[in-house]
T-cell receptor
Framework: AQSVTQLGSHVSVSEGALVLLRCNYSSSVPPYLFWYVQYPNQGLQLLLKYTSAATLVKGINGFEAEFKKSETSFHLTKPSAHMSDAAEYFCAVSPQDTGGFKTIFGAGTRLFVKA | NAGVTQTPKFRVLKTGQSMTLLCAQDMNHEYMYWYRQDPGMGLRLIHYSVGEGTTAKGEVPDGYNVSRLKKQNFLLGLESAAPSQTSVYFC????????????FGPGTRLTVL
């Protein structure tokens, strides 16, 4: 069965510092992978998506993620944190091999940005 | 385009009461989903629909029913609310299947006393 694990329920960084949010997945074949962001009292919105076209995926707001098959990871990074990046981030996996319609979400990582 | 909208935004129920949550999308998407979000658990799929007139069970369907009578609407019903159903409910839609980007509504915060 597919699963996704986000390491760290809370991450705190200083403004201008590197942001690294970790995501590992379990899947028998490389799945589609997503990062979504949720701002307070809002629904989730897509940051970026991996669809096997390129291992380094660039998203909105300066975020990017690298698909590493050998490590079954899809970590999210941003070189310089901004106060507006404070939000909850969800990694999600959609299996390609089942023909189903279910996306599995991680538990989420809340990012705090200190001035 | 309004995208995905949900009504109501907030609701408080007493145990045993019933209610219906409405989700509407104006993007002509085929697929629609209902999730619940609980602290530390991410989003869990309750039910989904792959087209008008179809519904299917997700990961946590017990205590909920759904209907998709019109392509643009997806209704989530609670027949007899329980405190365990206190949660934030999100509706989402995709053009294609689960490999497409999901578009989420703003959520409904439900409290069952």
């Amino acid at each position: 069965a597919q699963s996704v694990t986000q390491l760290g329920s809370h991450v705190s960084v200083s403004e201008g510092a590197l942001v690294l949010l970790r995501c590992n997945y379990s899947s028998s074949v490389p799945p589609y992978l997503f990062w979504y962001v949720q701002y307070p009292n809002q629904g989730l919105q897509l940051l970026l998506k991996y669809t096997s076209a390129a291992t380094l995926v660039k998203g909105i707001n300066g975020f990017e993620a690298e698909f590493k098959k050998s490590e079954t990871s899809f970590h999210l990074t941003k070189p310089s944190a901004h106060m507006s990046d404070a939000a909850e981030y969800f990694c999600a996996v959609s299996p390609q091999d089942t023909g189903g319609f279910k996306t599995i979400f991680g538990a989420g990582t809340r990012l705090f940005v200190k001035a | 385009n309004a995208g995905v909208t949900q009504t109501p935004k907030f609701r408080v129920l007493k145990t045993g009461q019933s209610m219906t949550l409405l989700c509407a999308q104006d993007m002509n998407h085929e697929y629609m989903y209902w999730y619940r979000q609980d602290p530390g658990m991410g989003l869990r799929l309750i039910h989904y629909s792959v087209g008008e007139g179809t519904t299917a069970k997700g990961e946590v369907p017990d205590g909920y029913n759904v209907s998709r009578l019109k392509k643009q609407n997806f209704l989530l019903g609670l027949e007899s609310a329980a405190p365990s159903q206190t949660s934030v409910y999100f509706c989402a839609s995709t053009l294609g299947g689960n490999t497409d980007t999901q578009y989420f509504g703003p959520g409904t915060r439900l409290t069952v006393l």
